[in-house]
T-cell receptor, first 114, second 115 residues
Framework: AQSVTQPDIHITVSEGASLELRCNYS??????LFWYVQSPGQGLQLLLKYFSGDTLVQGIKGFEAEFKRSQSSFNLRKPSVHWSDAAEYFCAVGPTGTASKLTFGTGTRLQVTL | GAGVSQSPSNKVTEKGKDVELRCDPISGHTALYWYRQRLGQGLEFLIY????????KSGLPSDRFSAERTGESVSTLTIQRTQQEDSAVYLC?????????????FGPGTRLTVL
């Protein structure tokens, strides 16, 4: 069965600092990989996704993520964090083919200090 | 157009009561999903509808949970004889079609509290 691990429950960074959120997955093949952000009182918004091809993917709001097959990882990065980035971030894995359900990690809550 | 909407936004109920949660997907989206998010947890898949195909109910935690969808429109998630462990945020998502590669658009959720 597929699974997703986000080892960091809570991260605090200073505004302007760089950010890396970790995500490791378990899946029998190369899955579809996603990062979602959930701001307080808001629904989940897709930041970026990886299906195939270039292992470095660019997303919205200046985020990027790198797929590393050898490490089963899909870490999310941002070079300079803004206070508005404070939110909860979820990594998710989706199976290839026609099945559709996503498996989510438990999330990482990002706090940004000014 | 409008995004995914859910109602009510909050629901407080007493243990043992039945509740119905509603989801209006994005118009034209054939796929619809329900997830549950317990406090401090990730999202758990509950059920998936795709067009006229039989729904994937593999995530429903017990027979107290059921869901219906009329055509490619509104869906209702029903929880019978609610228990305190059912307290969670219930999220609905839709996508233009099924398949893991299609972006799922999420609604704001319904926060269910069972006293």
């Amino acid at each position: 069965a597929q699974s997703v691990t986000q080892p960091d429950i809570h991260i605090t960074v200073s505004e302007g600092a760089s950010l890396e959120l970790r995500c490791n997955y378990s899946y029998g093949a190369t899955p579809y990989l996603f990062w979602y952000v959930q701001s307080p009182g808001q629904g989940l918004q897709l930041l970026l996704k990886y299906f195939s091809g270039d292992t470095l993917v660019q997303g919205i709001k200046g985020f990027e993520a790198e797929f590393k097959r050898s490490q089963s990882s899909f870490n999310l990065r941002k070079p300079s964090v803004h206070w508005s980035d404070a939110a909860e971030y979820f990594c998710a894995v989706g199976p290839t083919g026609t099945a559709s359900k996503l498996t989510f990690g438990t999330g990482t809550r990002l706090q940004v200090t000014l | 157009g409008a995004g995914v909407s859910q109602s009510p936004s909050n629901k407080v109920t007493e243990k043992g009561k039945d509740v119905e949660l509603r989801c209006d997907p994005i118009s034209g989206h054939t796929a619809l999903y329900w997830y549950r998010q317990r406090l401090g947890q990730g999202l758990e898949f509950l059920i998936y509808f795709q067009g006229n195909s039989a729904p994937d109910k593999s995530g429903l935690p017990s027979d107290r949970f059921s869901a219906e969808r009329t055509g490619e429109s509104v869906s209702t998630l029903t929880i019978q004889r609610t228990q305190q462990e059912d307290s969670a945020v219930y999220l609905c998502a839709s996508s233009s079609q099924g398949g893991g590669y299609n972006e799922q658009f999420f609604g704001p959720g319904t926060r269910l509290t069972v006293l």
